[in-house]
């Protein structure tokens, strides 16, 4: 039943140690999106993918990369988190990105950074 | 650039009252406006969405938004909540033909049994 999911559901890592957080979907979408959200803030655009094609928000910090190997996972890597990536990172998918598609949200990974 | 404003972080109603949202946003051409809601250890969904037609949009359990292009203004409606509508209600807006989604912050609301 479940269409987007991600894995972990919490995360915490170390200062500087490399982190990855995957999210599959079983909807069959064309576009995958990550956003940050911190406390009591709007869920924030990364990046998405539209199939293969990778498209970086222009204020995502270089730490943050991404991979989709297939239509039905993208991974998240951040390379060295620092304590202000500490957040829930959201994972979502949409049929297409005209901008009247509904997006479907995952439940999210709470990273916690020590 | 786009940004999204809601009016109220918390709000706190009785069970029957009536429910009203405020969402402002600021773009100066056309757009696309959602209603995303998350309930407690539930992830976001759509409430509802408007694109074009007719500004009152109906979604789901209720709930109503009105588009209001003078005012730049997108606000959520429920003439009477449950208990079961505690939740946070998120604003969104694209510009239309464009993909990027802004959201607003939140507005947590809690009603009271």
């Known amino acids: 039943d479940a269409m987007v999911i991600q894995n972990p559901r919490y995360q915490v890592t170390q200062f500087g140690k490399p982190v990855t957080l995957s999210c599959s979907q079983t909807?069959?979408?064309?576009?995958m999106y990550w956003y940050q959200q911190k406390s009591s803030q709007a869920p924030k655009l990364l990046f998405h993918?539209?199939?293969?094609?990778?498209?970086n928000e222009a204020d995502t910090p270089d730490n943050f990369q991404s991979r989709r190997p297939n239509t039905s996972f993208c991974f998240l890597d951040i390379r060295s988190p620092g304590l202000g990536d500490a957040a829930m990172y959201l994972c979502a998918t949409s049929r297409e990105s005209t901008g009247t598609d509904t997006q479907y949200f995952g439940p999210g990974t709470r990273l916690t950074v020590l | 650039a786009q940004s999204v404003s809601q009016h109220n972080h918390h709000v706190i109603l009785s069970e029957a009252a009536s429910l009203e949202l405020g969402c402002n946003y600021s773009?100066?051409?056309?757009?696309?406006l959602f209603w995303y809601v998350q309930y407690p250890g539930q992830h976001l969904q759509l409430l509802l969405k408007y694109f074009s037609g007719d500004p009152l949009v109906k979604g789901i359990k209720g709930f109503e938004a009105e588009f209001i292009k003078s005012k730049f203004s997108f606000n959520l409606r429920k003439p009477s909540v449950q208990w079961s509508d505690t939740a946070e209600y998120f604003c969104?807006?694209?510009?239309?033909?464009?993909?990027?989604?802004?959201f607003g912050a939140g507005t947590r609301l809690f009603v009271k049994a």
């Open positions: 969104a807006v694209n510009a239309r033909g464009g993909f990027k989604t802004i």
């Open positions: 993918y539209y199939d293969k094609d990778f498209n």
């Open positions: 909807l069959n979408h064309n576009v």
């Open positions: 773009y100066g051409g056309t757009v696309n």
